[in-house]
């Protein structure tokens, strides 16, 4: 689930970053880059949500079963969210780049 979410938002961003490239299609209208950029970051952060969520459940959970081990678990935890969130504002700045 993880790896297709991210795949999605690659592809989301790639397709905007080569929008303006690609000649129109006799169809319906392509999206701008402007709003493949915003669907990219919308998937980024829907992801980054859900892997946050599951991330603090897991270490409440964690803590539960071994208070002794709050400060590690902790530690882990920041650093995991820390993480995640600078994924979502990289994608945020192919937005304002795009």
Known sequence: MKKTLMTLGVMAMSAAAYADAVAPAAGPAPLSAKAMAA???????????????????????????????????????LLGLALMEALTIYALLVVFVV
Do not use: M
């Open 39 to 77: 669907l990219g970051l919308g998937i980024a952060a829907f992801g980054c949500g859900i892997g946050q969520g599951i991330a603090t459940g897991k270490a409440v959970e964690s803590i539960a079963r071994q208070p002794e081990a709050v400060n590690d678990i902790r530690g882990a935890l």
